[in-house]
């Protein structure tokens, strides 16, 4: 056994049971029992009461001085496996070992070889082997006196399990809770078959309905389609005929049609002819104006020619005038450029001498400029030894310093260390601390998570419920509606019973029907029945009274009357009875002697009182005796009726006997409407009522899904809080084990850092010796420099004065070179003026010369234009004569036009006669054309044939008369009609139905099979019990008796069953007889008896079947050293069949044993286990 954080085991402990006996001793209170508590939590036990605790979770270790409490407990226990255990998987195993572990949030897990399992598998696999967490291989202490003062139906428990029937009775358990579930299930079943089969006898009524609705419309569907494809037959027909008659119309359009178009090319060439005359009158006056504007412009360019001569003379005069002035300035402007060029010739000289002189200073420049160049190589030279061996010193140096600032740096870090170990091993305890807090925490957390669950689980339970209030309302709906849907049937059928009036007879309805169309020559106001309110249930008084006066139709004067009477003779409709509301006049008599006055039973609607006169004289009684007698005082037009409408006419004569029923029925047709109306309104309320319950469990239903929802979220956060808190609770584990890690490596960064200190110290001793070598060369250095400074300083004097001179030359050349440039400038700038003017003379001679050519031309053109005038005043003459003879031509062309347009206006009047006779025939043929589509729609929309393509497929064959056709189809239409409301669903409905209460049959018949076989399973398991009980029982008295007289040294004790109960349910008295003592009971024996007795049933059924193990926990306490030796006798002896563990005090007991495992507490509330082997003579610690 491998115990962890169990009771007071907090330390992991492992116990190795040897063969035999084994003792387990120690002081009081030191936790031996605890040994056994865990090997019973181990197997199973679930009562924290039977394991010393007030709940489960004080199974864990909680702590003592110094240690912290356990986060579960857990137990391991190991069984060899000699071929006991037959459950499977595990039969076939050498070992099995059992587990179980309990977190301290009470969550509890159960494993069998590390395998997750149930309680219910550790069950199954312990089962008869004597090892229950209650069987009589663990006896601790009390129990075996309790075993003297349980009840008989406890004792028979330790011999139930030697019998080894335990996995019967279990099976047997499992079996009647299975029989009770099937028995629920075929009590819901017979239900549903009730329901089913009575849902099948109304689907039966409705499919036979459905059935003939089906034949019916068949048969209007047959119908219909004859008499659509001979109308549409007869539209083709029809169509044809005046389509021909339209083309024939046609034909004379077209002849109209050409002699218009004739007539308008006629008249279209007559237009042609006078627009050209009126082209030619417009050309000739267009030529007119055209000559006379010639003449305008020949003259107008003669006087344009004078003005321009003009001006060209006075342009010439000017010419010639610039030209001269211009001449005149050449020859001033020759006598300035020669001066200019003798100016320029002088300044060239003097430029020419200076250059030279700049040239000599340049070369001066030059070689001070070399002799500058040496002096600044040497103190370049001198300068970069100077700078090197600075460079060296200055690199020791500030190595030095790099050194200097490394050792600070690395004295800051000693520093920074220390106080890093000192901040860690704070971290350290604040990380413990922590984590202490965490796992509180998380503790909290698991509590709250169970709290969550268990709302979780109500709220479901709660939603379960209301599921199973919401159908049982859902069907209290559906029963309304269903309720709600015959009333409407009823009524629907009733009304148009009603409306149809097929109460009436054949003359009232074709009156009736005629009315509707508008076919009567007066106007009908109804039929008497429907306009009297009468009682329910008086009904047959008034039809006894007035009888076929019920049917009369009423108009409202005499003369209407008389107009009926004649339509109706005319169209043959037979005898009708009519009421005339003017005419109608009260008689005068008197209610009969005797009886009750109908105007309490019957009342004429509003507008129709005068329909009271018919009632007068009239009176009812309660029998047909009392009317018989009340029938003989009758006086003329009085009457009486009586329940049934048996009526008295006159004294001595009346009509007697119950009616058949027959047309007057009208009137409780109509108050049984009325009727049906109310409850049809009730219905509905109670339909709507049913609606609002529902809706408003509905909402409680959705409200309890959205707490569930809810609940379910919150206990979803709880466990993803609870599962991030584990996180938590880990990760600052990992930093306690963290932080450990880090204060080993700063140790070994300190002593990494005082290495390197030592190592810089070395270093900077090197350095400040080469220091010294390096200070006195930079001073030899430093006096070399300043000799080349000196050096440089004089040439650059030198070169500074050549660059003087080089400068004040270069200035006196510029000088020079800038005068000259400006002399060539005004030499060009003449020369410039002086092309530009001779240019200027050259045009001028030419503009001159083309000015006296263009005078010169302008006066031969003005010549010219003087010749020309006088053709154009004789080209104006000729277009006035040709003008003339064009207006004679227009008016002949205006007279032909005017005659073919009348022509053309009475062809065209001709022209729309046909066209409109042709629009009309168009027309009609459209309309055919509609109303046959319009067959084809309909038949289309009512049976789904194309009439285009299938009629003939559906011509009646011989003679058709299509009016009786569709008065036979209006016949089966209303016969349809009258069918009501119809399931057309319930013959697929009725067979589906048929087919699911042949299921269930059959299911029935399975489960009542079931049962019969759980039964006999049962009564097998009974036998099976019975047998072997009673067999072991006998066994174990014959053990008892045996075992009893060696403990006691004689007497002798029985388990006897209970009197008149069956043996498979009946407790066990123990029967003892002490040596020479006679006792009426168990009470009277001592501790020490009770023991002995107790121990003698014990080892009496681990002769008859021993356990593999047994645990005694102090059962010798009680026992003298003389019992004890007989008690130890006897355990010996059973030890060669079983491994015993003992927890003792008696130094006998410990005497037997070969192995001791003793129990102390080194630390206070913490079991430690030492391990002693007699036989080795050695000491272990476990």
Known sequence: MDIIGFK????????????????????????????V???????????????????????????????????????????????????????????????????????????????????????????????????????????????????????????????????????????????????????????????????????????????????????????????????????????????????????????????????????????????????????????????????????????????????????????????????????????????ARRVLAEAEGRSRQSDLAVGEASQEVARCQEALNASEEAVDLAKAELVDA???????????????????????????????????????????????????????????????????????????????????????????????????????????????????????????????????????????????????????LVEGVLGPDLQAVIVQSGREALALAAWSGEKGLGRLRVVALDDLASQGCETPSGAQALSGVARPQAGYESLAHLLAGAGWCPDLEAAWNSGRSLAPGQVVVSPGGQRLDRPGLGTVGQGQGGDASILARRNELQ?????????????????????????????????????????????????????????????????????????????????????????????????????????????????????????????????????????????LGSQTQQAQREAQRLQQEMDRASARVLALGRELEQAQAQLKSCEERRGHEQEGLGGLYSELDRQETGLKRAQEVLGHAQGRTAQLEGELKRARVELKQAESAGQELAWKLRELELKREQVAEQVMERCRVEMAAHYQEHLPEGAFDLEGGKRKLEKLRKRLNNLGPVNLEAISEHAALAERHEFLTTQKADLEASLEDLRAAIRKINKTTRGRFLETLELVNQRLDGVFKVLFGGGKAELALEDGTDPLDAGLHLMVELPGKKLKNLDALSGGEKAMSAVAVLFALFLIRPAPFCILDEVDAPLDEANNGRFLDLLQQLSRRSQILMITHSRASMELVNTIYGVTMEHKGVSKLLRVSLEQGESLAA
């Open 8 to 35: 007071s085991f907090a330390d992991r402990t492992i116990m190795d049971f040897p063969e035999g006996l084994c003792a387990v001793v120690g002081p009081n209170g030191c936790g031996k029992s605890n040994v």
């Open 37 to 339: 508590d865990a090997v019973r939590w181990a197997l199973g036990e679930q009562s924290a009461r039977q394991l010393r605790g007030q709940s489960m979770e004080d199974v864990i270790f909680n702590g003592a001085d110094g240690r912290k409490p356990a986060g579960l407990a857990e137990v391991n226990v190991v069984f060899e496996n000699d071929g006991s255990v037959t459950a499977e998987p595990y039969a076939g195993l050498s070992e099995i070992m059992v587990t179980r572990r309990l977190y301290r949030n009470g969550d509890s897990e159960y494993r069998i070889n590390k395998m997750p399992c149930r309680l219910k598998d550790i069950q199954q696999v312990l089962m008869d082997t004597g090892l229950g967490n209650r069987a009589y291989a663990i006896i601790e202490q009390g129990r075996v006196a309790a075993f003297i003062e349980a009840k008989p139906i406890e004792r028979r428990l330790w011999v139930e399990e030697a019998a080894g029937i335990t996995r019967f009775k279990n099976q047997k358990k499992v079996s009647l809770r299975k029989m009770e579930g099937t028995r629920d299930n075929l009590a819901r079943l017979q239900d549903i078959l009730a329901e089913v089969s009575t849902q099948m006898e109304r689907l039966k009524r409705q499919a036979k309905k459905a059935q003939v609705h089906k034949t019916l419309r068949e048969e209007i569907r047959a119908l219909d389609l004859n008499v659509s494809s001979f109308e549409y037959r007869h539209y083709n027909q029809e169509i044809s005929q005046v389509r021909a008659e339209a083309d024939a119309a046609g034909t004379s359009l077209e002849l109209a049609n050409q002699r218009l178009a004739a007539l308008e090319t006629d008249l279209e060439t007559a237009r042609l002819e006078l627009l050209e005359a009126e082209e030619e009158i417009r050309d000739s006056g267009a030529r007119r104006l055209e000559a006379q504007g010639a003449i305008q412009k020949a003259e107008n360019e003669l006087i344009l020619l004078g003005r321009e001569a003009e001006n060209l003379k006075r342009q010439s005069q000017r010419l010639e005038e610039e030209r001269v002035e211009l001449k005149a300035g050449l020859v001033t402007n020759q006598n300035e450029l020669n001066r």
């Open 390 to 540: 600075m460079s060296r010193l200055s690199q020791i140096k500030n190595r030095q310093g790099d050194l200097e600032r490394r050792r600070q740096d690395l004295e800051r870090r000693r520093l920074q260390q220390q106080e890093q170990r000192r901040q860690m091993m704070e971290q350290e305890l604040e990380s413990g601390q922590n984590l202490e807090q965490v796992r509180g925490e998380v503790e909290s957390l698991r509590m709250a998570q169970e709290e969550a669950a268990q709302g979780l689980a109500q709220a479901r339970a709660r939603l379960k419920e209301l599921g199973e209030e919401l159908s049982a309302l859902r069907r209290e709906e559906t029963e309304a509606t269903r309720r709600r849907h015959q009333l409407d049937a009823s009524v629907s059928a009733l009304a148009l019973s009603l409306e149809s009036h097929q109460w009436a007879g054949a003359g009232v309805r074709k009156l009736l029907k005629a009315h509707q169309a508008g076919e009567l020559p007066v106007a009908l106001k109804g039929v008497v029945a429907e306009k009297l309110n009468v009682e329910p249930g008086r009904e047959d």
């Open 675 to 815: 009727g049906k109306r109310a409850q049809l309104a009730q219905a509905q309320e109670a339909e709507q009522a049913a609606a609002a319950k529902r809706r408003a469990a509905e909402a409680a239903m959705a409200q309890a899904e959205q707490e569930r929802d809810m609940l379910g979220e919150e206990q979803q956060l709880r466990q993803q809080e609870l599962a991030q808190r584990e996180r938590d609770l880990a990760r600052a584990e990992q930093e306690s084990q963290g932080a450990q890690r880090r204060l080993q490596a700063l140790d070994f960064e300190n002593e990494e850092t005082e290495s390197e200190f030592e190592h810089l110290s070395r270093e900077m001793a090197t350095l400040d010796e080469q220091g010294g070598q390096l200070q006195g060369r930079d001073q030899e250095l430093e006096a070399e420099l300043e000799q080349a400074r000196a050096m440089l300083q004089e040439a650059r004097q030198a070169l500074e004065e050549a660059r003087h001179l080089e400068g004040e030359a270069k200035l006196a050349a510029a000088s």
